[in-house]
């Protein structure tokens, strides 16, 4: 009796040994670091979301030295998170990438400025120094000035503009009357760092209109030649959106799965959790589908760049449903 428990555990062993080697691999490189942002994919890889998809993926932090786009185009990983106006350009530059799915339906980009600077509409921004972020962050914010017909280039009737780092010490130290940040992010620093909300006014990109798309999931257009490449994305994209819908309906749980995987320790729960609620504003409403109206949106918004567009024709073949229409069946 033993020697066929023994052979049966051995056996059960060595099975659960060949769906572990036959598990595909995926590197997903998210666009920066760890933190709710991207709760969705760290919360299917602990709920086993993508081991259910026979997925083994590795989820690879970004920072303020990792471009996305480059990453994947040099062969470090098989798909990568990023903003819509970034894939764009890089898209037209000769990096070919693909859209292939879009968790974040709305924008949570804004200009957050001291109200003791007088600023209280966009038509106030002349004559101002703005702290813009960079690195492809930076388009959004350069479409919308196009927009209002303000120059970049300094002068009372144009703005300055500040490369901000990825901090809100601009603000804080008056170097810039307003500065970059996100709704579940930076503006809460800026709080955090004791400005009181009653002391700030927030344009957000959202009610102006130039709101462009964030957060999407990009993979190399020649990999969707293979159909097996195709169906490891439609495991991925479909064991994605199931985290992300977890993520939504329970915040908190999230924020801490979050946290279990922050190496860096420098995030805290409050921040977290935070961060989370703000989050779930911006997936809701998207089953991971690009909605055509919100892709229209951004592509005319990035074209109204004046004699500098961030694009300069409409993209082709920029995105795709194939791996969407299958994986969300």
């Not at 957050?112 to 101002?128: A, L, S, V």
């Not at 300094?154 to 990825?166: C, H, I, N, R, S």
């Not at 009181?196 to 030649?225: H, M, N, R, S, W």
Request: charged fraction near 25%.
């Amino acid at each position: 009796m033993k020697k066929m428990i023994v052979s049966l555990l051995a056996g059960a062993m060595s099975l659960a040994a060949i769906q572990a080697l036959a598990a595909d691999k995926v590197t997903l490189q998210l666009k920066w670091v760890t933190q709710a942002q991207f709760a969705g994919y760290y919360v299917a890889q602990e709920k086993g979301f993508y081991e259910e998809e026979n997925l083994d993926v590795d989820i690879k932090p970004g920072g303020p030295d990792i471009a996305p786009p480059q990453v994947l185009a040099g062969g470090g990983a098989d798909v990568i998170i990023d903003w819509m106006p970034s894939a764009l350009a890089t898209r037209e530059k000769g990096v070919p990438l693909v859209n292939i799915a879009q968790p974040f339906k709305s924008s949570g980009m804004m200009l957050t400025c001291r109200k003791d600077t007088g600023i209280t509409k966009p038509e106030d921004f002349k004559g101002k120094t703005l702290g813009v972020w960079f690195f492809g962050n930076e388009y959004p914010f350069l479409s919308w000035m196009s927009t209002l017909g303000i120059k970049t280039d300094g002068g009372p009737d144009g703005v300055t503009v500040l490369k901000q780092g990825f901090n809100v010490d601009p603000l804080l130290q008056k170097q810039a009357d307003c500065i970059s940040t996100m709704t579940y992010n930076e503006y809460w620093q800026v709080i955090d760092a004791g400005i009181k909300p009653e002391d700030l006014i927030t344009f957000k990109y959202e009610d102006q209109g130039v709101a462009t798309l964030e957060d999407g999931i990009y993979v190399l257009e020649d990999k969707l030649k293979d159909p097996a490449f195709v169906d490891k994305m439609v495991r991925f994209v479909r064991a994605s959106m199931k985290g992300w819908k977890y993520a939504e309906q329970n915040p908190d749980e999230a924020a801490m799965i979050v946290l279990d995987n922050d190496a860096t320790g420098a995030q805290t729960e409050e921040h977290q959790k935070r961060m989370m609620g703000e989050i779930a504003k911006l997936t809701a409403g998207s089953n991971g589908a690009l909605d055509d109206a919100d892709y229209k949106r951004t592509v005319a918004t990035l074209l109204k760049g004046g004699s500098d567009p961030v694009i300069s024709k409409e993209p082709e073949g920029a995105f795709t449903y194939e791996v969407t229409d299958k994986a969300l069946k």
